[in-house]
C-alpha cells in the first residue's frame, strides 16, 4: 500500500486557512471514521500523515481532549494502526452537533449543509479519502476505493461524487466484509478524483505510469510479432532445407533447372533467409510470391506438400 501512503501525504500536506474548509476536510474524515457519534468520536488509520493531520484539525476547530493510541497492526509488518480518540463525551457531543447531527437521528447521513460549495465538496471528499479510501500501485492495477461502514452513506457519497462538475465521475459499489465499497477502476477517472481533493503529483504519476504501461506493451506486442515471424520463417525454412537435401542426395542439384538449382544453392547458404529476400538476393531478383513459387517447384521433385 506505499503508493496510497504516498497519495494520503500528499492530500495531508494541502494548506488552507480556511475554516470552513477545514472543517468539510475533519467532517469528512469523521463521518467515514470509526465512530462519529454524540458520546464516541473514534478515528483510525494506518497512515502516520492521516493520524498528525486529524488531530491538527481537531486542536485547531474545537480543542477536545485527545488520546493517541499507536499498536502494531501484525507482527509480521511493520504497519501500526493509529487510534485517535475523542476522551470527553461533552467534546464528542459538541463536535457531532456542530456538524448538525444529534442523537435523534435514526440513521448517519452526510449534511450537505457542511459541504456547500464546491471548494467545500473537495475538502469533504478530501477527508473522506483520508478517512476510509485506498489506491493500488498503478503499475499493477487501476483501482481506488472508499470503504464506508453504512449503506446510506454509501449512496450519499455516491451522489456528491457523480455532482462533481469538474469531473465525470461514475462510481460503482459492491460489497465487502460487510462494508460498502464505493470504487473506480479507470485511470482517468481516478486522476480526475485525486486532482480534484489535492493530490495532482500522484495523479500525474498514474497519467505517466499508463504512458509507460502502453509503450511497454506496444513494445512486447512488436516483439512478440517478430519472434512469431521468425519462428515462421525458421520452420518454413527447414522444410525448405530437408526437401533440398533429399534433391541433392538424390538427383543432385546439377540436375536442376537453372533457376531452381540457383534457388535451392542460396537456400543452403542463408537458411535464415525469408522469401523476399531469397527473392531480392538472385542473379536477377523477384518478387516474394516469385521466390515462393520456385521453392513448390522444388517441392514437386520430392512428391512433398509444402
Given at each position: 500500500m506505499y503508493f496510497s501512503s504516498e497519495v494520503k501525504k500528499e492530500l495531508c500536506s494541502v494548506e488552507s486557512y480556511d475554516r470552513e474548509a477545514l472543517k468539510a476536510e475533519l467532517y469528512g474524515m469523521l463521518i467515514f471514521g470509526k465512530h462519529f457519534s454524540d458520546n464516541k468520536i473514534i478515528f483510525t488509520t494506518e497512515n502516520i500523515y492521516t493520524s498528525k493531520r486529524i488531530i491538527l484539525l481537531l486542536q485547531n476547530l474545537y480543542m477536545p481532549i485527545i488520546e493517541r493510541q499507536t499498536a502494531l497492526r501484525t507482527r509480521a509488518s511493520n504497519n501500526c494502526l493509529h487510534k485517535i480518540i475523542v476522551v470527553d463525551?461533552?467534546?464528542c457531543k459538541r463536535i457531532f452537533e456542530d456538524f448538525g447531527h444529534s442523537?435523534?437521528?435514526?440513521?448517519l447521513r452526510v449534511n450537505r449543509a457542511n459541504i456547500s460549495s464546491e471548494e467545500l465538496v473537495s475538502s469533504f471528499l478530501r477527508g473522506a479519502f483520508l478517512g476510509c479510501g485506498s489506491v493500488s500501485d498503478p503499475?499493477?492495477?487501476?483501482?481506488?476505493?472508499?470503504?464506508?461502514p453504512y449503506k446510506n452513506l454509501s449512496i450519499d457519497l455516491c451522489k456528491i461524487l457523480s455532482?462533481?462538475?469538474e469531473c465525470a465521475l461514475a462510481p460503482k459499489t459492491v460489497v465487502r466484509s460487510g462494508n460498502y465499497i464505493v470504487y473506480f477502476k479507470e485511470s482517468e477517472q481516478i486522476c480526475d478524483l485525486f486532482t480534484y481533493i489535492g493530490?495532482?503529483?500522484?495523479?500525474?504519476e498514474i497519467m505517466g505510469t499508463k504512458a509507460v504501461k502502453q509503450v511497454r506493451n506496444n513494445v512486447n506486442r512488436r516483439i512478440n510479432g517478430e519472434i512469431a515471424n521468425i519462428e515462421k520463417v525458421a520452420a518454413a525454412s527447414a522444410k525448405q532445407l530437408e526437401v533440398i537435401n533429399h534433391i541433392k542426395e538424390t538427383i543432385g542439384l546439377e540436375s536442376l533447372p537453372d533457376d531452381l538449382k540457383e534457388i535451392a544453392?542460396?537456400?543452403l547458404e542463408n537458411p535464415e533467409m525469408s522469401?523476399?529476400?531469397?527473392g531480392q538476393n538472385l542473379s536477377n531478383p523477384?518478387?516474394?510470391s516469385g521466390a515462393n513459387h520456385r521453392i513448390k517447384r522444388l517441392f514437386e521433385y520430392t512428391g512433398r506438400e509444402e
Open positions: 463525551e461533552n467534546d442523537n435523534k437521528q435514526i440513521t503499475m499493477k492495477s487501476y483501482h481506488a476505493e472508499f470503504c464506508v455532482e462533481i462538475t493530490a495532482p503529483i500522484k495523479a500525474m544453392y542460396l537456400r522469401l523476399r529476400d531469397l523477384i518478387s516474394r
